[in-house]
């Protein structure tokens, strides 16, 4: 838009039209028809034909063909070449045949599309504004194009997170305008098509939340009410509506939709008795509804009366779950006291009762219910999980008041094992570790057989991070009740935050198995094969999890994200269109939605910048929050990441997350001191955790702490369970001695690690590198002989009994097939042999030139070849060996004989000639041996070898 003029205020991008977005322009040229010339159009005809076949690289040399054939600028030719180069991420190239074809194009909405689209990837967004803005202008004089209206759609993205929220939203209404009312066939278009998959009603999400950040509720209504006209029976379209109305503070409004999941709206206001929860998929929304509309005491009222008569008691526990949700604690405690009154052996509504009453601030009363159902049914321990953790959460914000409760109860006469034990889960939930030990002590030692003290115990020492003391309560909880699941998953979990994965996942499984409908043991099973990037295991439970519970966000979102990790889009797609008509939270929705409107471009800017907008609007959202982290981090701008995890860091100072992210940041930021303050503070939780222990060992190495990096590493090395593994550490551990020129110490642990594995060849060359870098070549000359002379007797050795096999076979018929075998089975043996004695060959070749002895170095080699004429290996290091030692000539003749063997290959041949070139000073020679090899390069030389052949050019030239 035009800048304000000098003295009139800033203009409010919020509020800027549309009308006043401007075009891209760019001047005009001439337009030729590209039938002028039938050889370029056949050239054009190949390669529209390759870029449908996905085969873009053969499209462009067809292309380049046919524009070096063209005798002018024909758009087809243009337009294709710029489309070729955008599917291949050339995006500069692209963007220039872009700008050409639109010069030469009689319409001009495809070409301004695609630098839109080349724009936006190079984040310049008001660019490809501009471009969007230019494509759907050229819709008033051009045919209907399908990329039009894809455009309004790309604007609209741009404009809002360039802030022209109004006219963002009038490009989003453009652009369902066109899908549903003037355009309809677009909706099959390629351009369109993708987008429609993740919101088959268009942009009627994008175009009410913008109207809402504008504070035009009434428009979102209107909007809403027209999608919902539209689409009557979309649960997603109702819900919004739903949301809308309540957002513009219409209660009454919102309340009659939620009423059309039960009534055509003339019938009763509540649901008939015995309703199914799965009827209602906006049962939350309903409750919030009644709230806002001051009838949810009402409603409650006459559920409770249902309930009361033996009827909706699975609605009632559902709304009751809702009432929690909407902080409404007094009603939820009221109906779950209600239910447990049907249900007097049920332990889950009596667990749900409590926490809503203590929640309500009636601790006594909560207290009082639930020692009450544990004295009367003392074998009933199958409590489902989410309920019992539930309780058993620590809540620093109402310590004090638990603690006084607590310490007056303990004093109070007449204590039973009962009331210790829920007199333990209190002050263990107020951080009072002590007063819970002694209290489930005493409940214990009362009653011994009651399983269930063992298990908060267990719980409560996890939520400490006490691991070991976890699980020896876990166990004495298994030894009274063996099939106990939450035992087992106590157990598992106290396993797992010691990283003794494969006792975890034993004891997870048998949560499972034990209570197979828990959807927070499925859950907690999917988390943790996820840690372990086990994905399909992983989507497996998060699957069966949604499946014991749809409503479970917490499945859904974790099961989308790891079908889109495990490059499954269309599962993770298809999954949330099944959950329409599950009761989601917004937030989770939310989420969903943008991780599933980004999968294709992650972390690229419009998904970091509206996760910036969600994250802003919403702090308390830590899943955000470490996406917003993570992606700035990933796209290296570490100084807008690190805030925004300092802040999750605080707010959250339980979650690991946001602590790992916060020490990487810290260390990419070379502030390795505080990262690893960080670090210590998590090792200390988790131990062996093996992803926090690398990162503290880089901070320790980076910070010269070196005696506390080698200890984490050797921890790390006791952990290590694949030699891929142990491999890596050990060389970081060598490292950590090398560098530092530790070599005494860098020997003696190659002496444990060849001892060890005395056929590991990695060590010992490791070792014959630290004694030449020690200074002592000779040692390390003298080790690197000794290692090659018992393969050389071995190999001469075996080579004897072949020739004698081969003796005996031809004078034995050509069917004896066991001297055959024999003989196969020695010739497979020596070659084992000599290609050993090749690698030890060569770390005796690559030391002696290391440390300079090239007299030993060229008798040993001179000598081989004595013994194996002709060998190629063994003359190409006599090659080197000449060069490097300022012989270039001699090089050049051992060269050519060589090279008249034709063993050699042609690539190799000239590098070797131009170093010996160079070496002698006539570095004309040596650069036209490598430019003849990059002007007309071998079959078979890579784009690797070509730079490698370029590095080699100039490190010649530099030196000369």
């Known amino acids: 838009?035009?800048?304000?003029?000098?003295?009139?205020?800033?203009?409010?991008?919020?509020?800027?039209?549309?009308?006043?977005?401007?075009?891209?322009?760019?001047?005009?040229?001439?337009?030729?028809?590209?039938?002028?010339?039938?050889?370029?159009?056949?050239?054009?005809?190949?390669?529209?034909?390759?870029?449908?076949?996905?085969?873009?690289?053969?499209?462009?040399?067809?292309?380049?063909?046919?524009?070096?054939?063209?005798?002018?600028?024909?758009?087809?030719?243009?337009?294709?070449?710029?489309?070729?180069?955008?599917?291949?991420?050339?995006?500069?190239?692209?963007?220039?045949?872009?700008?050409?074809?639109?010069?030469?194009?009689?319409?001009?909405?495809?070409?301004?599309?695609?630098?839109?689209?080349?724009?936006?990837?190079?984040?310049?967004?008001?660019?490809?504004?501009?471009?969007?803005?230019?494509?759907?202008?050229?819709a008033d004089t051009e045919v209907p194009n399908p990329r039009v209206t894809a455009a309004w759609f790309r604007l609209a993205e741009c404009l809002a997170e360039n802030g022209y929220l109004t006219a963002a939203y009038e490009a989003y209404t453009r652009f369902d305008e066109a899908l549903w009312d003037t355009q309809p066939a677009h909706c099959e278009a390629e351009e369109i098509a993708p987008l429609l998959t993740d919101r088959p009603q268009g942009a009627i999400q994008e175009r009410i939340d913008l109207l809402k950040r504008l504070g035009r509720h009434s428009d979102a209504v209107a909007v809403s009410r027209a999608a919902a006209a539209r689409w009557?029976?979309?649960?997603?379209?109702?819900?919004?509506?739903?949301?809308?109305?309540?957002a513009a503070v219409q209660h009454e409004q919102a309340l009659a939709v939620c009423r059309l999941q039960w009534t055509d709206g003339e019938g009763p206001s509540f649901p008939e008795p015995d309703t199914s929860p799965r009827s209602l998929p906006l049962l939350s929304d309903t409750v919030k509804a009644l709230g806002a509309a001051s009838q949810l005491e009402a409603w409650t009222a006459e559920l409770q009366r249902q309930v009361s008569a033996g009827q909706s008691l699975e609605l009632a526990a559902a709304v009751a779950d809702r009432l929690s949700k909407a902080g409404e604690y007094a009603a939820a405690a009221e109906l779950w006291n209600a239910i447990a009154a049907q249900q007097p052996q049920d332990a889950e509504p009596v667990w749900a009762a409590a926490v809503a009453l203590r929640a309500s601030g009636d601790v006594g009363a909560a207290a009082d219910l639930l020692a009450q159902f544990v004295r009367s049914h003392p074998d009933n321990i199958d409590v489902p999980w989410k309920r019992f953790v539930a309780w058993l959460e620590r809540d620093e914000g109402s310590a004090a008041e638990l603690i006084k409760y607590v310490e007056k109860q303990v004093a109070a006469p007449g204590r039973d094992f009962a009331t210790d034990f829920v007199l333990a889960t209190l002050a263990?939930?107020?951080?009072?570790?002590?007063?819970?030990?002694?209290?489930?002590?005493?409940?214990?030692?009362?009653?011994?057989?009651?399983?269930?003290?063992?298990?908060?115990?267990?719980?409560?020492?996890?939520?400490?991070?006490?691991?070991?003391?976890?699980?020896?309560?876990?166990?004495?909880?298994?030894?009274?009740?063996?099939?106990?699941?939450?035992?087992?998953?106590?157990?598992?979990?106290?396993?797992?935050?010691?990283?003794?994965?494969?006792?975890?996942?034993?004891?997870?499984?048998?949560?499972?198995?034990?209570?197979?409908?828990?959807?927070?043991?499925?859950?907690a099973l999917g988390h943790f094969y996820k840690r372990r990037d086990d994905l399909l295991a992983a989507q497996r439970y998060f699957q069966q999890a949604l499946t014991v519970d749809r409503d479970n966000g917490e499945a859904l979102e974790n099961l989308v994200e790891s079908y889109l990790a495990g490059g499954k889009p269309g599962l993770a797609r298809l999954q949330f269109r099944e959950a329409e008509d599950a009761d989601l939270a917004e937030p989770v929705l939310r989420r969903i939605r943008t991780t599933l409107g980004f999968s294709e471009n992650p972390f690229g800017p419009e998904h970091l910048a509206e996760l910036k907008r969600q994250y802003t609007a919403d702090p308390q959202d830590i899943e955000t929050g470490l996406k917003l982290a993570a992606g700035l981090l990933v796209r290296g701008r570490?100084?807008?990441?690190?805030?925004?995890?300092?802040?999750?860091?605080?707010?959250?100072?339980?979650?690991?997350?946001?602590?790992?992210?916060?020490?990487?940041?810290?260390?990419?930021?070379?502030?390795?001191?505080?990262?690893?303050?960080?670090?210590?503070?998590?090792?200390?939780?988790?131990?062996?955790?093996?992803?926090?222990?690398?990162?503290?060992?880089?901070?320790?190495?980076?910070?010269?702490?070196?005696?506390?990096?080698?200890?984490?590493?050797?921890?790390?090395?006791?952990?290590?369970?694949?030699?891929?593994?142990?491999?890596?550490?050990?060389?970081?551990?060598?490292?950590?001695?090398?560098?530092?020129?530790?070599?005494?110490?860098?020997?003696?642990?190659?002496?444990?690690?060849?001892?060890?594995?005395?056929?590991?060849?990695?060590?010992?060359?490791?070792?014959?590198?630290?004694?030449?870098?020690?200074?002592?070549?000779?040692?390390?000359?003298?080790?690197?002989?000794?290692?090659?002379?018992p393969l050389e007797d071995e190999f001469q050795q075996k080579l004897g009994e072949f020739k004698r096999l081969?003796?005996?076979?031809?004078?034995?018929?050509?069917?004896?097939?066991?001297?055959?075998?024999?003989?196969?089975?020695?010739?497979?043996?020596?070659?084992?042999?000599?290609?050993?004695?090749?690698?030890?060959?060569?770390?005796?070749?690559?030391?002696?030139?290391?440390?300079?002895?090239?007299?030993?170095?060229?008798?040993?080699?001179r000598q081989w070849l004595r013994d194996q004429p002709g060998d190629s290996e063994i003359t190409q290091w006599l090659i080197l060996l000449l060069i490097q030692d300022d012989r270039p000539d001699e090089a050049l003749s051992q060269l050519e004989a060589f090279a008249a063997t034709g063993l050699a290959a042609e690539a190799a041949l000239r590098g070797w000639r131009a170093e010996a070139e160079a070496a002698a000073g006539r570095t004309d020679k040596a650069v036209a041996e490598l430019d003849a090899l990059l002007e007309e390069p071998p079959v078979g030389l890579s784009a690797r070898d070509r730079a490698e052949v370029w590095a080699k050019l100039i490190t010649i030239l530099i030196e000369a």
Request: hydrophobic share 45%; glycine share 4%.
């Open 806 to 861: 081969l003796d005996r076979y031809k004078q034995l018929p050509e069917e004896n097939l066991p001297m055959r075998s024999r003989a196969e089975a020695v010739q497979a043996e020596l070659k084992r042999i000599q290609s050993k004695l090749q690698e030890r060959r060569a770390e005796f070749v690559q030391v002696g030139m290391q440390v300079q002895n090239y007299q030993a170095v060229e008798g040993q080699l």
């Open 638 to 789: 570490y100084d807008e990441a690190f805030p925004y995890a300092q802040e999750l860091h605080a707010r959250f100072p339980q979650d690991a997350r946001p602590a790992v992210l916060l020490a990487r940041l810290l260390a990419r930021r070379l502030e390795f001191r505080a990262s690893a303050d960080v670090l210590v503070n998590l090792v200390a939780r988790y131990p062996n955790r093996g992803e926090m222990l690398r990162l503290l060992a880089v901070a320790r190495l980076a910070d010269f702490q070196l005696d506390e990096a080698r200890r984490i590493i050797r921890h790390l090395l006791d952990l290590a369970q694949t030699d891929a593994v142990r491999t890596a550490l050990r060389d970081q551990l060598l490292i950590s001695y090398v560098e530092f020129s530790e070599f005494e110490a860098a020997l003696q642990l190659l002496d444990e690690w060849t001892a060890a594995e005395p056929e590991n060849a990695t060590w010992w060359r490791e070792k014959l590198r630290v004694l030449a870098l020690a200074g002592r070549e000779q040692e390390a000359l003298e080790l690197a002989s000794s290692r090659v002379q």
């Open 428 to 523: 263990a939930r107020a951080g009072q570790n002590e007063l819970a030990e002694q209290l489930f002590a005493a409940a214990v030692e009362a009653r011994p057989e009651f399983a269930l003290a063992q298990v908060a115990w267990a719980q409560s020492l996890v939520a400490g991070y006490e691991w070991e003391p976890a699980k020896t309560h876990a166990l004495a909880a298994l030894q009274e009740a063996e099939q106990l699941g939450a035992a087992h998953f106590v157990l598992g979990a106290a396993c797992a935050g010691l990283d003794q994965n494969d006792e975890a996942e034993k004891e997870y499984r048998e949560a499972v198995k034990d209570s197979p409908n828990d959807a927070e043991f499925l859950l």
């Open 1 to 138: 838009i035009p800048p304000p003029l000098q003295g009139q205020p800033q203009v409010d991008r919020r509020l800027v039209p549309l009308e006043d977005i401007r075009p891209a322009a760019l001047a005009a040229g001439t337009v030729h028809d590209l039938n002028q010339q039938p050889e370029v159009r056949n050239l054009f005809e190949a390669a529209s034909g390759l870029m449908r076949s996905g085969k873009y690289e053969a499209a462009v040399d067809r292309l380049n063909a046919a524009l070096n054939r063209s005798s002018h600028n024909y758009y087809d030719l243009l337009y294709l070449m710029a489309a070729a180069k955008f599917r291949l991420r050339a995006d500069g190239e692209a963007r220039v045949y872009a700008s050409q074809a639109l010069q030469a194009a009689r319409e001009t909405a495809d070409a301004h599309y695609l630098l839109g689209e080349i724009c936006r990837r190079q984040t310049q967004l008001e660019a490809a504004m501009g471009h969007y803005r230019a494509a759907t202008l050229a």
């Open 232 to 246: 009557p029976d979309s649960l997603a379209v109702q819900r919004l509506l739903v949301r809308t109305l309540l």
